[in-house]
């Protein structure tokens, strides 16, 4: 009875501290990487690829504004092999993230008003879930935004929303906007 019913918590709260400390070692690694790593080019590839294994996402991409065309580019695109993705800033999921300043996670993209199909038609890939988090420069306008897709095991969680709002602020803190709009 009671020693089973504790053994039982204590194995539970073992596989919780082993999830937290695989999570926690995700993140070391790209704080290594980081540090090895001074090429934005070279440096960018590792941190994205390292944030969908962490969050258990098909794919990740980095969109950077340019404000002349008020449009959003893909600096990153995960699976893809095209150069650049270019869409118009006022379009898509990713779009509503860099206007209202805010995090967006949608379970059900094709469910969502906001959701351009226009990229999968293009790309052949199927968006189900969906989260972006804007990120800023020093002044703190908005740079652009880190989205990640189809999360493997249903939808993103409150605490991949923690894991994606940490990433966008790390790109504000490496102050690497004006290198990466090169």
């Known amino acids: 009875g009671v020693l089973s019913k504790e053994s039982s918590d204590l194995m539970n709260e073992i596989q919780e501290l082993r999830s937290k400390n695989e ?28 944030i969908s294994k962490s969050l258990n996402a098909d794919r990740s991409t980095l969109f950077l504004i340019d404000w002349d065309s008020m449009e959003l580019w893909t600096k990153f695109a995960e699976g893809l092999e095209s150069d650049r993705i270019i869409i118009q800033m006022k379009m898509g999921l990713v779009g509503v993230s860099v206007f209202t300043r805010q995090l967006i996670n949608v379970t059900n993209a094709y469910q969502d008003p906001r959701f351009n199909s226009k990229i999968d038609q293009i790309t052949g890939f199927r968006t189900e879930s969906v989260i972006s988090a804007p990120f800023f420069d020093k002044e703190n306008e908005v740079m652009g935004a880190v989205m990640l897709l189809n999360k ?14 940490e990433t966008a602020s790390r790109f504000t803190e490496m102050d690497y906007v004006t290198v990466l709009n090169k």
């Open 23 to 50: 999570r926690l070692t995700k993140f070391i690694e790209i704080g290594e990487a980081i540090f090895k790593e001074r090429n934005i080019d070279q440096l960018l590839p590792l941190i994205m690829s390292k």
């Open 152 to 165: 493997k095991t249903g939808f993103f969680t409150k605490k991949d929303e923690e894991k994606v709002l």
